[in-house]
């Protein structure tokens, strides 16, 4: 089946935060993409509203199969039903797992640049928040391992990893998701991964992605996986997500966190995960083919187009990371916005200013027309 990424579907005024917060902007910038999700979610939710009763739901027998079948198929783990725990979206289990694992007083850690949540959940737990820089290597992004040892405290009780990494694009080799599992038993840290983007990687040959799930027992026992059908599929909207967590006494701990913080997880929802784990592989595979194209089609443009600003290529993401450092101005964001009419996402939020963060998970004539008015703006 074809499937068209090309024809631009009008959000504006669609009551979607990325068009409307500021409709007289033209937007690149919060993490979602401009396609209609795949057909066969759109029939499953067809269905289901055909339905047309819409009480309290829970996770019905066919979302617990293709989550089963999902995480065997494409994960390569076997993970009993009870080591799940379903949840409205990921930021809340970030969130969770600060205030379930660190007592006032005792710390988070992560790496930056990283998705601005990561830099606020220590907020909802009163607890500080230690971040180390990720740094370059002739092998691309990495952990300053030296660094993360001298800010690690005796009190640090969770460490926040993103990978696929948000908004680097870095999918971590084996050998440095393994060391990190180390750092964290060295340090008896709870590591919760987040692998909200782990169905975008474009060669999954040339940098397979390591999920928690693939960590020997030892580690297994102190890992938390964050996973979501919410980004690939588009529908992020809608609000899914699920942790799975083989230690019961963590799992324990986790679960008893949300208290009564968090509201039941819509009935819509279970029915688009389950189409999308259990239909949606042949629409992700042209999806990853056409956001390649995106890809490379923006790094040749700023290679070549956009003096000031680089680029590198990312191994996963529909999200660009665009160092401005070169543009010598103080809010290379800000610029764009007032110069080009461009919403994009400030590096500051990621915790690195002069940088910018472009979203082009979207037609390739709109990426196009965007970076265009960053070419001009410059
Ligand atoms: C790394 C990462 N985690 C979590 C989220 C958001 O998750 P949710 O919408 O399920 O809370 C995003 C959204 O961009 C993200 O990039």
């Given amino acids: 089946m074809i499937y068209d990424f090309d024809t631009p579907i009008a959000r504006r005024y669609s009551g979607s935060i990325k068009f409307d917060r500021h409709p007289e902007l033209d937007p690149f910038w919060v993490a979602d993409m401009d396609f209609a999700s795949a057909p066969a ?8 509203v055909d339905h047309g009763v819409f009480g309290y739901a829970q996770p019905h027998d066919g979302l617990n199969e293709a989550i089963f079948c999902y995480l065997r198929d494409r994960r390569g783990a076997s993970v ?8 409205g979206g990921l930021v809340p289990a970030l969130s969770l797992a600060a205030r379930a694992f660190c007592m006032p007083g005792e710390a988070v850690m992560t790496c930056s640049p990283v998705y601005p949540p990561f830099l606020g959940v220590h907020h909802d737990a009163h607890v500080d928040l230690l971040t180390v820089d990720h740094v370059l290597t002739n092998n691309g992004w990495s952990f300053d391992w030296q660094a993360m040892e001298r800010a690690v405290t005796p009190v640090t009780r969770v460490f926040l990893l993103c990978n696929p990494q948000n908004p680097l694009g870095r999918v971590f080799p084996r050998a440095e998701i393994e060391r ?28 397979p992605h390591v999920s928690g799930l693939d960590l020997a027992d030892h580690f297994a026992r102190r890992t938390i996986t964050l996973l979501s059908p919410s980004k690939t599929w588009n529908i992020a909207g809608l ?18 966190a949300r208290g009564h913080t968090l509201t039941e997880i819509n009935a819509l929802a279970y029915y688009a995960a389950e189409a999308a784990y259990r239909h949606g592989e042949p629409w992700r595979q042209a999806l990853i083919t056409y956001l390649q194209q995106n890809r490379d089609t923006l790094v040749e443009f700023i290679r070549t187009r956009c003096p000031g600003l680089s680029v590198m290529p990312g191994d996963a993401t529909y999200l660009a990371w665009i160092d401005a450092r070169a543009m010598a101005v103080d809010n290379p964001a800000a610029h764009f916005k007032k110069n080009a009419g461009l919403f994009l996402s400030d590096g500051a939020s990621f915790g690195w ?7 082009f998970g979207c037609p390739r004539a709109r990426m196009l027309e965007g970076l265009e008015k960053m070419a001009r703006a410059l």
């Fill in 239 to 256: 609000g899914f997500a699920y942790a799975v967590i083989p230690d019961e006494t963590l799992r324990r701990k986790f679960a008893a």
């Fill in 80 to 87: 009993p039903l009870e080591h799940i725990i379903h949840l």
């Fill in 353 to 359: 200013p002069d940088h910018i963060r472009f979203n």
């Fill in 180 to 207: 990190l599992a180390a750092f964290c038993e060295a340090h008896d840290l709870v590591l919760v991964s987040d692998e909200i983007h782990c169905d975008l990687v474009f060669d999954e040959t040339a940098t």
């Fill in 41 to 48: 979610i759109l029939e499953a939710l067809h269905r289901r």
